[in-house]
T-cell receptor, first 115, second 112 residues
Framework: AQSVTQPDIHITVSEGASLELRCNYS??????LFWYVQSPGQGLQLLLK??????LVQGIKGFEAEFKRSQSSFNLRKPSVHWSDAAEYFC?????????????FGTGTQLKVEL | NAGVTQTPKFQVLKTGQSMTLQCAQD?????MYWYRQDPGMGLRLIYY???????DKGEVPNGYNVSRLNKREFSLRLESAAPSQTSVYFC???????????FGQGTRLTVV
């Protein structure tokens, strides 16, 4: 069965500092990996995705993530955090059972940004 | 460009009442999904529809039913609501087997 682990429930960083959010996955084949962001009271917005190819993927809002097969990880990074980045971040792995892209989500990491 | 539209946005039900959550997408996507989000548990898949005319159970289907009315619409029904179904419900759609999902704004449901 596919699964995602986000070991950090809460992270606090200062504005301008670098950020890394951790994500580990379990999946029996080549995974499709995603990072989503959710602002309070809002739906989920896709930050970036990995399907194949270059293991370093760029996303919106200056985020990037690196796929490391040997570590089963897909960590999200940003060089300099802005106050508007405060939100909840979800890592997800996709599976193609039954023809649909069934996403399995991690439990999320709540990011707080100190000014 | 509306994307994925869910109605209603908020709902309060009494235990035992029934209701249907509506979802429609205007992106011509084949696959549609219903998730529920609970604190500390991320999003869990309730049901999905890989294509028009098909539906399958996800991780937490008990207490729910779905209907894929046509390619655009995918509804979620609670026949007899229970307090354990208090949650935020998200509908999503995706265009192909390997593409990302696009989410609606959610329905916040409280069962008292």
């Amino acid at each position: 069965a596919q699964s995602v682990t986000q070991p950090d429930i809460h992270i606090t960083v200062s504005e301008g500092a670098s950020l890394e959010l951790r994500c580990n996955y379990s999946y029996g084949a080549t995974p499709y990996l995603f990072w989503y962001v959710q602002s309070p009271g809002q739906g989920l917005q896709l930050l970036l995705k990995y399907f194949s190819g270059d293991t370093l993927v760029q996303g919106i809002k200056g985020f990037e993530a690196e796929f490391k097969r040997s570590q089963s990880s897909f960590n999200l990074r940003k060089p300099s955090v802005h106050w508007s980045d405060a939100a909840e971040y979800f890592c997800a792995v996709g599976g193609l059972t039954g023809g649909g892209n069934k996403l399995t989500f991690g439990t999320g990491t709540q990011l707080k940004v100190e000014l | 460009n509306a994307g994925v539209t869910q109605t209603p946005k908020f709902q309060v039900l009494k235990t035992g009442q029934s209701m249907t959550l509506q979802c429609a997408q205007d992106m011509n996507h084949n696959s549609m999904y219903w998730y529920r989000q609970d604190p500390g548990m991320g999003l869990r898949l309730i049901y999905y529809s890989a294509s028009e005319g098909t539906t399958d159970k996800g991780e937490v289907p008990n207490g729910y039913n779905v209907s894929r009315l046509n390619k655009r619409e995918f509804s979620l029904r609670l026949e007899s609501a229970a307090p354990s179904q208090t949650s935020v419900y998200f509908c999503a759609s995706s265009p192909t087997r390997s593409a990302e999902a696009f989410f609606g704004q959610g329905t916040r449901l409280t069962v008292v």
